[in-house]
């Protein structure tokens, strides 16, 4: 992804959740930044949507088992801690805790799955319009060419995860998890979060 689409991600990702901004006392979007570079260290490939040279959307998935830009990975990850020391955190650990709190994929569906949707996002003039459909279609497609057999997709209420089930996505697990997203959400004290997967 190069620099000027990582801006334009970056403004697309804080536009849509809250990433912890809020319990950290970030003053900026370092946040989303950080989240950034946490997608850009796991994603195998992407699948960009742009009009005009803007970038409005974009997908990708991750492969467990793969030995490909392995140096890539280990950059972004590099910059991710550095964005974690940022002065722009005020609450680090509050950070942490948002973070780990999307974590919910129990111990037994570990290792059923060799790859993830790491990533799909949309600006939301653009939903609707089957564009998010045709994104993750090609993601599962490259997937499967990079020999993926079974992904695994995390969502919750603060987002559009009936574009899954549209796609033959089905959903395998369910719980509770603290509301974070206050934005989008209202000031709820939790939201549901579900795991779905796709078997390519």
Sequence with gaps: MKIKDMKQAVLLLSKEWNLGKKESGATNNICAWIYLMEILEETEQFVYYKENGKLLGF?????????????????????????????????????????????????????????????IILDSSLRGKGIGKKMLS??????????????YIYTDD??????????????????????????????????????YEKNL
């Design 59 to 119: 997908a990708g998935y991750s492969n467990k088992s793969s030995k490909k830009h392995i140096l890539k990975k280990k950059f972004y990850t590099f910059i991710k801690n550095r964005l974690y020391k940022s002065k722009s955190i005020k609450d680090i650990d509050a950070l942490h805790d948002y973070e780990n709190n999307y974590d919910y994929m129990p111990e037994g569906l570990k290792k059923k799955y060799d790859g993830e949707i790491s990533m």
């Design 158 to 195: 603060s987002c559009n995860y009936y574009i899954y089930e549209s796609l033959g996505c089905n959903r395998v697990y369910e719980t509770i998890v603290k509301n974070k997203e206050y934005g989008r959400l209202g000031n709820v004290l939790t939201e549901y979060a579900y795991i």
């Design 138 to 151: 090609n993601v599962f497609e490259l997937a499967k060419k990079d020999n993926i057999k079974n992904l």
